[in-house]
Antibody, heavy 116, light 107 residues
């Protein structure tokens, strides 16, 4: 199992960014997937979840601004980040859902910095 | 939203010592609780799922338990490689929520 995030970078407040998570080594379409973030020096912060059937849920802090999606043909998970704020600055991890109760594989993370 | 109150925030222990970290859920979450270890500069790794089940490849000195809405992670004999930050996560209901973390250091 391998998860590789990409698409991070420096972006101005109010702008948008799209993160990708490329999955391999398992049947991607059969698993729910999560995005989790970690601000510099802070703890883990759950962001969003998409089920294998593409049902979605979000943290209150990102609801209406972020969109999680998936392309099973490309084995890729996405996170569209809109109306970015400085407090969205963090490492963003994608992770695989295991039996819906846990996250058994994590990517290496991608840094998003929101600053003018 | 369900709150997960994790304690202690930091812990200093000696090699071979028994270490216990707890998470208190603000409401019943059944066994929808997992534990993670994060080492500096690394991604978190799953240790325990379903409150008490050991994840594949995790040493048997790690164990999880539940008493009502209180969940515990126990390290039976602390090793150098166990140093890091530990988090609990509830997946009973959305939004999923992590505990604030416990920083485990060597005394």
């Amino acid at each position: 199992v391998q998860l590789v995030e990409s698409g991070g970078g420096l972006v101005q407040p109010g702008k948008s960014l799209k993160l990708s998570c490329s999955a391999s080594g398992f049947t991607f379409s059969s698993y729910g997937m999560h995005w989790i973030r970690q601000a510099p020096g802070k703890g883990l912060d759950w962001v969003a979840y998409i089920s294998s059937s593409s049902g979605t849920v979000y943290a209150d802090a990102v609801k209406g601004r972020f969109t999680i999606s998936r392309d099973n043909a490309k084995n890729t998970l996405y996170l569209q980040l809109n109306s970015l704020k400085s407090e969205d600055t963090a490492i963003y991890y994608c992770a695989r859902s295991f039996r819906r109760v846990s996250l058994d594989y994590w990517g290496q993370g991608v840094m998003v910095t929101v600053s003018s | 939203d369900i709150q997960m109150t994790q304690s202690p925030a930091s812990l200093s222990a000696s090699l071979e010592e028994i270490v216990t970290i707890t998470c208190q859920a603000s409401q019943d979450i059944g066994n929808w609780l997992s534990w993670y270890q994060q080492k500096p500069g690394k991604s978190p790794q799953l240790l325990i799922y379903g409150a008490t089940s050991l994840a594949d490849g995790v040493p048997s000195r790690f164990s999880g338990s539940r008493s009502g809405t209180q969940y515990s992670l126990k390290i039976s004999r602390l090793q150098v490689e166990d140093i890091g930050i530990y988090y609990c996560l509830q997946a009973y209901s959305a939004p999923n929520t992590f505990g604030a973390g416990t920083k485990l250091e060597l005394k």
